[in-house]
């Protein structure tokens, strides 16, 4: 299989660095569907006879196996370039949701766990990481901008996935046209067995089109000196190794954490969640199903907006201020939307639409940020390492939520009040966060990689 070596994926001169967005975007938009699980959430939930919490597990298995295969696989992306990687990901991403849809069919939740969650989770982390060092070295004027663009996607996926999702399902159940309709679980197997086949053709299409620069490549007309003027900036490389043991790394993970926790928890959520916020006395919402449906592409909307807005500003701005803002602001909203967010259904979109795109926005600005911290050396391995507070964000967010609300009730019993212990302890997750990140200064120079002119004797230990 040499034609996935990094050897045939690299740039003839002349090559247009604009194409490479295209290629990552490929990849993400269809990864990107996990964010759209909400959309048949309550369907599983009838289909295994199982709790909220139950199903959750699905998505925080492979939020778990996402933060873990780009920790462990992180150096071999870096090494064997984006086009095996992507490949990988595609194989492992379309097989999960072969084994899934079998588990359903079948009546196997642990099928579902293993194949969308453990398999489909490995997928989702190999692609996540696979075109991000890419397109940063493509990208050294705007490396915020430049991840903002891959990661968009991300973000997006759901903003296809849920309405497609949503018109399969109507189309597989004879019964959709009923009132209060819940989809069947076949009806969420064929979805599972048509989704495999699309994702692997659109993925595989970004693998043969991504491009990695030649080495030695410069962009005509770019000084790294006007880069190197911003306090955090360096122009020194730490290893991926290293990088584990600054206090920087821990401090960005602990804000990257506390950011997706918080939104996490809302996107896991998204659909029953406005029903249940504008539910009347009566049991009935003032939102149906395919309003739900729609929001949840809305997010959609302001997550990848927020990935790709926010982190082209963090150029301007710089990192360690605009996450300021994701985790301040967030704070601020969300307790407004905790004590506040059921008195209109336009305040509570309007709220929910700015916190998710900080949510967005966090993760598209971090990988410029370890840039600025670490160098371009081992960022994709970095990167790889920090997603692990994705995974822990995976876990909790949705746990926190879930727990919650069937402390709370069951679906259909649930309101707004039923949602304020969950949200409140995201306000103090965000304000933890904050703090940590005012916390983040320059990497001390004994981390950094040695050069020709200046070597190392011993490797620098843990920091304290």
Known sequence: MSWLDRERTIAPPGFNRWLVPPAALAVHLCIGQAYATSVYKTALVKHFGASLTEIGVIFSIAIVMLGLSAAVMGTWVDTNGPRKAMFTSAVFWSGGFLIGSLGIFTHQ???????????????????????VSTLIKWFPDRPGLATGM????????ALIASPVSTALLKAYDPNSGAKDWVASGDAVGRLFLTLAAVYLAYMLFGAFTIKVPADGWRLAGFDPATVKAAKLVTTENVSAR???KTRQFWLVWIALFCNVTAGIGILEQAAPMIQDFFR???????????????????????????????????DITGRKRIYMVYLGVGAVLYTVLALAGSATTVLYVALAFVIISFYGGGFATVPAYLRDLFGTFQVGAIHGRLLTAWSAAGVAGPLIVNAFLDAQGKPGQLNAASYQPALLTMVALLVVGFLANLLVKPVDARFHEPRP????????????
């Open 109 to 131: 939740l642990w099928l579902v766990y293993l194949g969308y969650g453990v398999v489909g989770g490995i997928g989702l982390g190999i692609g996540y990481i696979s075109p």
């Open 150 to 157: 891959a990661i968009m996607g991300f973000g997006g996926g």
């Open 242 to 244: 290293n990088a584990v």
């Open 280 to 314: 009347q006395s009566d049991g009935g919402s003032l939102v149906s199903a395919a309003v739900a449906a729609g929001f949840v592409g809305l997010l959609s909307i302001g997550n990848m907006a927020g990935r790709f807005a926010w982190s082209a500003t963090s």
């Open 453 to 464: 002119d200046r070597g190392r004797e011993h490797e620098p230990a843990m920091e304290a």
